[in-house]
């Protein structure tokens, strides 16, 4: 499953940490977006839930767009890098 997951955190210590987790499953694109790559519905999950610890609901939120397999083949990218996306090791 390739999701990419953007944010908005008002908090820079809750946004930082924010950032360090969806680091340890996928590649940051953009300053608030990253691309992720799961290969098991569970450890999405699982990602999700520790997101929702981590934020605060009445100031933060956090998207998730699911790309099937056929849309991530049209992703184009302008500029330098390309689409990205790893297993994470962190929620296995």
């Known amino acids: 499953m390739f999701v990419l997951v953007a944010y908005d955190i008002s908090d820079t ?3 930082n940490r924010v950032a360090k987790i969806l680091s340890s ?6 300053f608030s977006v ?11 999950r699982k ?3 520790e997101l929702k610890g981590a934020i605060r609901p009445k ?10 397999r056929k849309c991530r083949n049209k992703i184009s990218v302008q500029g330098y890098g390309g689409t990205t996306g790893h297993e994470t090791v962190r929620f296995a």
Do not use: M, Q, T, W
Request: with cysteine.
């Open 47 to 49: 990602l999700k839930r």
């Open 59 to 68: 100031e933060d939120h956090v998207r998730y767009y699911p790309i099937c």
């Open 25 to 30: 499953c996928g590649e940051r694109v953009n």
């Open 34 to 44: 990253f691309e992720c790559e799961f290969k098991k519905a569970e450890i999405f």
């Open 13 to 15: 210590s809750r946004r």
